[in-house]
């Protein structure tokens, strides 16, 4: 039968795919036998009754079931041949469970062998309402997702977007704006900015807003953390959780310290800004105007300078060449302290 033709089977195991079978198995018929898609669509069998009645008006054009002109008996069993018809597609087009709601209407009440309207309509009476409820439970869960006050955003979304997907599978998608509504309605107190900017910008898009989120998340743990990376925002705790060495350390380039960026520092007095001089520290030796603070090379300290250090007795460091080599002698008097060389001058240097 070429109506079959392009049909695919229906088993009954899915019932959110029927609405979609149904369709598409329509138009086929459609097009190949306008008189079977007729008594599918609910068209009545011709009666007595009914060709009396003033206010009946026929579902089709005249002709495209019944004969024109035809009598009640030709125009009876035209519809009669139409209907057995459509059962011997369904029969042929459905299995396992769906062949047993079609094999129950094998007979009509006359006695006439197949009644595929009654089939049909057993089918959309299973498997449509099983649609329709599993549709409406499906938005009823998309509408009431929310978020809860610590949840990771991405499995919000992603939780919302599984619902989403499966209303698609039904044929009942959910379009990019309503989705957005249904995320941006969900979000708890503190992403109130969120929601602000969602209905002040057009453009603030999902994509956006998940990525908002995602850093305003990020920046709360990173704030309830406790370590190196604990306060220092969105930025920092990204980067901790990307990378691996743990060579990179931040330093402070205000108190010296690691563990957080200049902006960060909690240091008082040390924080400067343009047009400001940073303050003399062991990496800054020539900083300020010119009284910068003490260093002692000798004792790695800045409670005193190397001046002072030598005044106190300190050996100052040794020096090299490539011809001489100087020894450099303690001074504990006050005598001038004398250099001695290991080459051929016999005489001292003094200085």
Same mark, same amino acid.
């Given at each position: 039968?070429?109506?079959?033709?392009?049909?695919?089977?229906?088993?009954?195991?899915?019932?959110?795919?029927?609405?979609?079978?149904?369709?598409?198995?329509?138009?086929?018929?459609?097009?190949?036998?306008?008189?079977?898609?007729?008594?599918?669509?609910?068209?009545?069998?011709?009666?007595?009754?009914?060709?009396?009645?003033?206010?009946?008006?026929?579902?089709?054009?005249?002709?495209?079931?019944?004969?024109?002109?035809?009598?009640?008996?030709?125009?009876?069993?035209?519809?009669? !041949?139409?209907?057995?018809? %459509?059962? /011997?597609?369904?029969?042929? +087009? @459905? #299995?396992?469970?769906?062949?047993?709601?079609?094999?129950?209407?094998?007979?009509?009440?006359?006695?006439?062998?197949?009644?595929?309207?009654?089939?049909?309509?057993?089918?959309?009476?299973?498997?449509?309402?099983?649609?329709?409820?599993?549709?409406?439970?499906?938005?009823?869960?998309?509408?009431?997702?929310?978020?809860?006050?610590?949840?990771?955003?991405?499995?919000?979304?992603?939780?919302?977007? !599984?619902?989403?997907?499966? %209303?698609? /599978?039904?044929?009942?998608? +959910? @379009? #990019?704006?309503?989705?957005?509504?249904?995320?941006?309605?969900?979000?708890?107190?503190?992403?109130?900015?969120?929601?602000?900017?969602?209905?002040?910008?057009?453009?603030?898009?999902?994509?956006?807003?998940?990525?908002?989120?995602?850093?305003?998340?990020?920046?709360?743990?990173?704030?309830?953390?406790?370590?190196?990376?604990?306060?220092?925002?969105?930025?920092?705790?990204?980067?901790?959780?990307?990378?691996?060495?743990?060579?990179?350390?931040?330093?402070?380039?205000?108190?010296?310290?690691?563990?957080?960026?200049?902006?960060?520092?909690?240091?008082?007095?040390?924080?400067?800004?343009?047009?400001?001089?940073?303050?003399?520290?062991?990496?800054?030796?020539?900083?300020?105007?010119?009284?910068?603070?003490?260093?002692?090379?000798?004792?790695?300290?800045?409670?005193?300078?190397?001046?002072?250090?030598?005044?106190?007795?300190?050996?100052?460091?040794?020096?090299?060449?490539?011809?001489?080599?100087?020894?450099?002698?303690?001074?504990?008097?006050?005598?001038?302290?004398?250099?001695?060389?290991?080459?051929?001058?016999?005489?001292?240097?003094?200085?």
């Amino acid at each position: 039968m070429n109506a079959v033709r392009g049909i695919t089977s229906y088993a009954g195991e899915k019932p959110e795919d029927f609405a979609d079978w149904h369709r598409k198995a329509g138009f086929i018929i459609s097009m190949q036998r306008p008189d079977i898609f007729a008594v599918m669509e609910g068209q009545s069998r011709p009666t007595e009754e009914a060709d009396q009645a003033e206010d009946t008006a026929p579902l089709l054009t005249p002709g495209l079931l019944y004969t024109a002109g035809g009598t009640l008996l030709q125009r009876q069993a035209e519809f009669d !041949r139409a209907n057995q018809d %459509l059962y /011997a597609i369904l029969y042929l +087009v @459905t #299995d396992k469970a769906a062949a047993l709601l079609v094999a129950i209407h094998a007979y009509d009440e006359r006695g006439t062998r197949g009644d595929g309207q009654k089939a049909i309509k057993e089918l959309e009476a299973k498997y449509l309402r099983v649609t329709n409820e599993t549709i409406r439970a499906l938005q009823a869960a998309l509408a009431a997702t929310t978020m809860e006050p610590d949840q990771d955003p991405d499995h919000y979304i992603m939780q919302a977007t !599984r619902l989403r997907s499966r %209303l698609a /599978a039904v044929k009942e998608p +959910v @379009t #990019d704006r309503h989705f957005t509504d249904i995320i941006v309605q969900g979000l708890p107190e503190s992403y109130r900015d969120i929601k602000l900017t969602t209905y002040k910008d057009p453009d603030f898009d999902l994509s956006k807003i998940q990525t908002t989120m995602r850093h305003l998340y990020l920046d709360g743990l990173s704030r309830r953390m406790t370590g190196k990376i604990a306060g220092r925002g969105t930025i920092m705790t990204a980067v901790a959780a990307s990378s691996s060495d743990s060579s990179s350390v931040v330093i402070c380039h205000n108190c010296g310290k690691d563990g957080h960026y200049k902006s960060g520092c909690s240091v008082p007095g040390k924080l400067y800004g343009k047009g400001k001089k940073p303050a003399a520290g062991p990496n800054n030796k020539k900083a300020g105007d010119g009284a910068g603070q003490k260093w002692c090379s000798v004792h790695k300290t800045t409670t005193h300078s190397d001046t002072e250090c030598y005044a106190q007795g300190a050996a100052r460091p040794q020096t090299t060449s490539s011809t001489h080599t100087a020894a450099v002698v303690r001074v504990d008097t006050d005598e001038r302290p004398t250099v001695k060389f290991d080459d051929d001058f016999d005489k001292g240097f003094q200085f």
